[in-house]
């Protein structure tokens, strides 16, 4: 299970570097466009969201690079919470950019200018917005494998830059057309957009990096209370605390046994235990037992 899944991570990362050039690359040909020849808002608010983007993916495949390196002597646990950093500072890129895009709308809303050659800019959001909705959708697949908060960033992030792109598109064409303030109330959708995707990926983040258990966690913590219950030897499962570091869940179980019980006997107890939790619940990786007497 382990290779599998280091397998995975190593496709993921490849993929967070080519998606980091392309979308640099895309989003400074639409800054370009955008600023110089087509003077669009709503194109160069979408040529910095893919510079974001690609910065975002350029994170987060720095995140994954820290993610493979074993325990050692100063991080005993791994550097599973490294891509938890990696995510949050792919959000604050996402909430600064939002920043910017909302005071060039701004701009643009109370001085609006006409858009020029808005079609060859809407060809070039064309082509961005079908690569990014179709790496998105195949980064989206593989981070069901990963189980990473920041891989899955990543993931709905190039979907939202496909939107944006969509959105940039539909813009020019309305531009073209004499309605101008489509330009930059298109630049206030992508911007709003930006801060959703952001504010629910900080939020996730900051839970794992403090531990917080909730949703999955608390009804894993159910079940693992629920098997042990069933191991016969044991008297009861009353304290479980597990902890989302990465991709991966640990634990700490505590049960109730006859004091007169033998440590072979405990030991394969507590196996018993590792064994079936293990087998229910794929991403739990370790589970440490402890044993109380049971008082007479």
């Not at 996402?94 to 895009?101: E, K, R, T, V, W």
């Not at 200018?113 to 959001?125: D, K, N, T």
Request: with cysteine.
């Amino acid at each position: 299970m382990v290779g599998d899944r280091e397998s995975v991570v190593n496709r993921t990362e490849t993929i967070a570097a080519v998606t980091t050039v392309s979308l640099v690359g895309l989003g400074i040909l639409q800054i370009i466009l955008g600023e110089t020849i087509s003077r669009s808002v709503a194109l160069t608010a979408n040529g910095i969201d893919c510079i974001g983007d690609g910065f975002v993916s350029g994170i987060v495949w720095a995140g994954l690079r820290f993610f493979k390196r074993p325990a050692d002597q100063r991080f005993h646990f791994g550097y599973y919470k490294i891509e938890n950093l990696a995510s949050i500072a792919a959000t604050i890129v996402m909430f600064l950019l939002a920043g910017y895009i909302i005071l060039r709308s701004y701009y643009q809303l109370v001085n609006p200018e006409v858009v020029h050659l808005p079609l060859i800019g809407a060809i070039v959001a064309f082509i961005a917005a079908m690569f990014a909705m179709g790496l998105g959708v195949y980064k989206i697949i593989k981070s069901r494998h990963t189980n990473m908060s920041s891989v899955k960033l990543d993931a709905f992030n190039t979907i939202k830059d496909g939107t944006t792109s969509f959105l940039t598109v539909v813009a020019l064409l309305l531009s073209s057309f004499g309605y101008t303030i489509a330009d930059p109330l298109i630049g206030f959708i992508i911007a709003g957009i930006i801060l959703t995707i952001g504010f629910a990926a900080i939020k996730e983040a900051g839970y794992m990096l403090v531990d917080a258990c909730d949703g999955d966690c608390l009804m894993y913590g159910l079940l693992i209370k629920t098997y042990a219950e069933r191991v016969k030897g044991v008297q009861a499962a009353q304290v479980v605390r597990l902890r989302r570091t990465g991709p991966v869940i640990q634990g700490e179980l505590e049960i109730t046994v006859p004091g007169e019980m033998s440590v072979l006997e405990l030991n394969k107890i507590q196996t018993e235990i590792i064994r079936v939790s293990s087998e229910k619940i794929s991403e739990l990786e370790r589970l440490t037992i402890t044993a109380v007497p049971l008082e007479k």
